[in-house]
């Protein structure tokens, strides 16, 4: 019980870790593309050296990722509309 326990966080720390990663990547994505293009790659490139050696289940970890992007992205524009609606509403 305890171990089923352990590996279920385990696993939920991996989706974590990989959505955290994708909403860096999507926060920077306006600003600092290169840097956000590099991670995606960067984070396929691990996929799939894990997908080869651990025969780890790629597709739901990349899905686990994309969420964070968008979620980052969207987080970014959100941010970047309030700061516009402060500025052109001073006086």
């Known amino acids: 019980m305890l171990l089923s326990r352990i590996e279920s966080g385990k696993k939920l720390m991996c989706k974590l870790a990989h959505m ?5 990547a999507g926060f920077l994505a306006i600003e600092k593309l290169s840097l956000s293009v590099f991670m995606y790659f960067q984070f396929l490139l691990y996929e799939a050296v894990e997908w080869k050696v651990k025969k780890d289940r790629m597709y739901p970890e990349l899905c686990e990722w994309s969420i964070g992007f968008v979620l980052g992205l969207l987080a970014r524009l959100f941010a970047l509309r309030t700061i516009l609606a402060q500025t052109h509403s001073s006086p």
Do not use: N
């Open 20 to 24: 955290v990663h994708g909403f860096i």
